[in-house]
């Protein structure tokens, strides 16, 4: 468990719980709310397939993960100008990586990207 | 433990010791133990016990020797996965969550499999939506502690919320699989049972949802959520029988339910309105107190058969004295024929009650007689509905009548109120609420009724005073009800100060109303840890979806419509400097006058400063008044935002920048509304984003193609594309032609506006808006825009002649818009208006406007 590691359970709970104790005065509520960052042991399951299920997990999402990046690869494959990312920006005042995916979706074509845009 | 710098096991112990007191919240003997590390020379810069000093200070409340603390910690111990953790913490209470996060990398590079981390960054991930890292460290959890059921939990959820459905399902299976060998049937297996199901649902698989649902119902223990999600599966399966049987005993269950008898009628395949209001009757036999199948019959039947229905209900509902009567039918008045049969009933019942003391005069021989109080609810009843018919007059008759019956009756008052406010009356409307409210000084509702209308007539310090009545004391109501996130009292007051032109202190209410909406996102954090481990899955993901979606509400949209509208105004009219002012006014002045005016403003000046040191001493007593009752307490974590200054709020230099925050919210999450799009518009008209005026326009094209206010802005983008043309990128110019082929006929403004005009001839509205392009493209025009937004027949004219649009277009008649030398076409139009409208405010002469509120006997003063 994870009862040596230095900053332990309740670490993170309790500086919400101080926050909460002020307004313990004014809210009837707020004992109620005090239990939700009470600390509470995680219930423990047990059984031998979980080493099985596990692994069939892990195989299921790096599938996953594989067809994602395929699909990143493919946008990073389209080529764009910069310039034309420096006029969406302005145009459309929105973020740089956003300029240029939204590029990168229209085949690096700005007149198509300006324009799925402003929909 | 890995630490660049360990410590011997005297001090190992003590530091275990610190951690234990911050766990137990001792923070004092925490301190007390780092001061015995730290006070021993060789280790008085140990990088993770100075952290974790600074970590209990910030607990203590003493912030900023905590940021110290932990830096100092930090910088000796760059290595230490304790320190950076440490400091993730802080920046976290300090919800500083981009940092945080960084942190918590950080620390996980020196350590990369600790649970705490990892389950800390989670928490982070999840409350900023960063789902693919929250499913990459759910699975990391996973992988550490296989056997735990939040990892299992966690990590299903993970992908739920990245709609995969498939791998939720599965990992949900394994886990449960695990679960039903222990034979554990609990309440919280219960609700995990139809957490799945809730994903089933949603991967669109209805008949495997029935399927599950149908195979695990004796161990789902919430019986009704389980049968109503069996009767909508169903439904919804096209399972006729099995469906309406399902609602059958819903309905048994709770006749009340007014969804029930909907879906039923889905289930039964019921189209024609006889056939539905013949359903509710049978149902009204058998349930004869419910009272759905008595009020939704009202909705599909028709001539006879709605009046012997209405009838019925109606007289019931006098008798008893039911006040929301006329609420709860105003739904009906859509019907222009069922309005004109209630009208007659109610009508009828006045006549008979006068005489027999019944509702109808042809049963004077049978049964008892009405109570006395039945003729005064149809007073009553008479009100309202002549007031939603805008027949003033005839509505405060009836009122009147009613209040002359029974003096005492507070809803008559608020009715009363309520119709005076329809007229355009706001200082007469809050006279009415005043009184009562004064009526019953202890029923809060009347008490903030009233308050609102006080805000409507921008009696702002009058609606404080009524308000303090209920909040706390020694706190000043304003304060109190920020504290309390009480929206409807700030956008009130936001837009009452807009009224009156104070901006500064209008958009101190709106940033106010936006803060709130934050401290909700807020808050979601603990529910994080909670939902996951009482299992309530459901909910927490409904929380989730609605936190996604919160500045869509309704209070928001209000208090930031006004934000953006104030900002625009400040772009178009800044704020000037108040001795530039002075100057300016002081030029065509003779020296006699000038010396008087320089008089009376070293006297003003003079009067403000003692009221400004006034209210000084008063914050000050104040804020002391508010520190000893807190004493002791800690003024703990919650970061200090920067004070909302009104002044400085009113004399941004970006007010533009500053309406686009506002407006961001609105056009992900208030797509549907055209306002969002056309102060978009105004905004980036004001900015000349070319592209962005042709976003807005476009979707306020989608929401409705034929709204007044889009002809205008479609008329001011086609005159700046004319006018900068030659400036536009090429790529930019090619997205406007093509765009604008498929959006309008021509590039004619003149052209455009004829059409325009000629397509909404019946409509003020869109007179108005054409009007004022007609005179702007072409002044020589402007008597005949004069004559369009102004004609002698203005009500047989146009069919959606009001209030409002009448005073909009005095507004615009009053700065100019039509040009100059428009006084007497002006006095006509008001006079007129005043015809049409008696009781409105904006058309009566100056003089009567500016009456002041009498001081009335309710108003106390505030006890600070």
């Not at chain 2, 990992?171 to 609990?186: A, G, S, Y």
């Not at chain 2, 669109?204 to 999600?229: M, P």
């Not at chain 2, 007659?344 to 009405?370: I, M, Q, R």
Request: glycine share 2%.
């Amino acid at each position: 468990m994870a009862d040596d590691d230095p900053v332990n359970g309740t670490s993170d709970e309790n500086s919400e719980k101080s926050q909460q104790k002020k307004q313990a005065k004014y809210d009837s509520g707020a004992a109620d709310l005090e239990k939700v960052t009470d600390y509470a042991e995680e219930k423990e399951i047990s059984n031998q397939n979980v080493a099985n299920a596990i692994s069939a997990i892990g195989d299921r999402r790096n599938q996953a993960a594989l067809e994602k990046q395929a699909r990143e690869k493919e946008l990073l494959k389209v080529s764009i100008r910069k310039e034309d990312v420096d006029l969406i920006v302005k145009e459309m005042e929105i973020s740089r990586p956003k300029a240029e995916r939204t590029l990168r979706e229209n085949h690096g074509n700005v007149v198509n990207a300006l324009t799925s845009l402003t929909n | 433990m890995p630490s660049s710098n360990p410590l011997p096991p005297k001090e190992n112990a003590l530091f275990k010791r610190i951690l234990k007191s911050y766990e137990h919240k001792q923070y004092k003997n925490g301190l007390k133990f780092a001061k015995q590390i730290l006070s021993n020379p060789k280790y008085q810069e140990h990088g993770e016990t100075l952290a974790m000093k600074g970590l209990t200070l910030n607990c203590l409340g003493r912030k900023e020797e905590a940021y110290e603390y932990v830096r100092r910690g930090l910088r000796n111990d760059l290595k230490s996965h304790v320190c950076w953790h440490v400091y993730g913490l802080l920046q976290r209470s300090d919800k500083k969550y981009d940092e945080a996060i960084k942190c918590y990398r950080n620390a996980l590079k020196w350590d990369k499999d600790n649970i705490q981390i990892l389950r800390d960054l989670s928490l982070l991930q999840i409350q900023m939506r960063d789902l693919e890292g929250y499913r990459d460290t759910r699975y990391q959890l996973l992988m550490l502690r296989p056997t735990q059921r939040a990892s299992w939990i966690g990590y299903a959820v993970s992908f739920h919320l990245l709609e995969d459905y498939k791998n939720a399902l599965s990992i949900l299976d394994t886990f449960l699989d695990q679960q039903q060998r222990l034979n554990n049937f609990d309440y919280e297996h219960s609700e995990l049972l139809l957490y799945q199901n809730m994903v089933i649902q949603e991967s669109g698989d209805l008949k495997q949802a029935l399927k599950h649902l149908e195979t695990f119902s004796d161990q789902i223990v919430d019986k009704l959520t389980l049968k109503e999600n069996l009767a909508d599966l169903n439904l919804k399966l096209e399972n006729w029988e099995r469906s309406e049987q399902l609602y059958e005993e819903l309905i048994q269950r709770n006749p009340e339910n007014t969804i029930y008898y909907e879906k039923m009628i889905e289930a039964k395949r019921l189209t024609k309105d006889s056939d539905i209001v013949e359903f509710y009757s049978n149902y009204d036999i058998k349930f004869p107190r419910a009272m759905p199948p008595k009020r939704l019959s009202l909705n599909y039947a028709s001539g006879d058969q709605f009046k012997a229905l209405v009838d019925k209900y109606m007289q019931k509902a006098l008798s008893k004295g039911v006040p929301p009567l006329f609420v709860d039918l105003r739904s009906l008045y859509r019907d222009q024929q069922k309005v004109q049969i209630i009208q007659d009933l109610a009508l009828g019942y006045l006549t008979s009650l006068n005489k027999v003391n019944k509702f109808s005069e042809t049963e004077t021989s049978n049964g008892p007689k009405e109570p006395a109080s039945a003729i005064l609810w149809v007073y009553y009843y008479l009100a309202q509905h002549f007031d939603y018919l805008n027949q003033t007059e005839k509505a405060l008759e009836y009122i009147e009548t009613a209040i002359h019956h029974t003096p005492t009756l507070i809803e008559l008052f608020v009715t009363k109120g309520r119709i005076n406010k329809h007229a355009g009356d706001p200082i007469e409307a809050y006279r009415c609420l005043d009184e009562a409210q004064a009526m019953d000084t202890a029923d809060r509702y009347i008490n903030s009724k009233c308050a609102k209308y006080m805000l409507r007539a921008n009696l702002i310090k009058e609606a404080e005073d009524t308000c303090a009545k209920f909040t706390r004391e020694g706190v000043s109501a304003m304060e109190n009800l920020n504290e309390m996130q009480c929206m409807w009292f700030q956008t009130e007051c936001a837009l009452a100060y807009q009224r009156l032109g104070k901006f500064g202190e209008a958009l101190k209410k709106c940033h106010e109303v936006d803060r709130h909406f934050s401290e909700i996102i807020e808050d979601q954090f603990d529910f994080h840890t909670y939902c996951m481990r009482k299992m309530t899955l459901r909910s927490y993901v409904g929380l989730l979806r609605l936190e996604d979606v919160l500045r869509g509400h309704p209070f928001y949209f209000k208090a930031a419509k006004c934000a953006i509208e104030v900002y625009l105004h400040l772009f178009d009219s800044p704020l000037k400097n108040e001795n530039a002012e002075q100057e300016m006014n002081t030029e065509n002045l003779a020296p006699s006058e000038l010396k008087k005016l320089r008089n009376k403003q070293r006297k003003a000046k003079k009067k403000a400063e003692q009221e400004s040191a006034q209210a000084r001493e008063a914050q000050v007593k104040r804020d002391q008044h508010h520190k000893s009752r807190q004493q002791g307490d800690v003024e703990a974590d919650a970061p200090q935002l920067d004070e909302l200054i009104p002044d400085k709020l009113a004399r941004v230099d970006d007010p533009l920048d500053n309406a686009i925050k506002f407006l961001q919210p609105l056009q992900t999450l208030a797509r549907d509304q055209i306002d969002t799009h056309l102060m978009a518009f105004e905004v980036y008209y004001r900015k000349r984003k070319i592209l962005l005026m042709l976003q807005s326009i476009k979707r306020a094209h989608q929401v409705d193609a034929s709204h007044p206010k889009l002809h205008s802005c479609f008329i001011r983008f086609l005159q700046e594309v004319k006018e900068n043309q030659h400036t536009f990128d090429p790529s930019v110019s090619q997205v406007i032609t093509s765009e604008m082929k498929s959006l309008l006929t021509t590039k004619d403004p003149k052209v455009l506006n004829k059409e325009f005009l000629d397509r909404h001839k019946r409509s003020l509205r869109a007179a108005l808006e054409g009007g004022l392009v007609m005179y702007k493209l072409d002044e020589k025009s402007q008597k005949d825009a004069l004559n369009l937004v102004t004609p002698s027949n203005i009500e047989v004219k146009y069919q959606d002649v009001d209030i409002e649009i009448c005073t909009e277009i005095l507004k615009c008649l009053r700065n100019g818009l039509f040009g100059t030398n428009v006084q007497s076409q002006m006095d006509s139009f008001v006079a007129h208006c005043r015809k049409l409208f008696p009781h409105a405010e904006a058309f009566k002469p100056p003089r009567e406007v500016t009456v002041q509120p009498q001081t009335n006997h309710v108003i106390e003063s505030d006890s600070n």
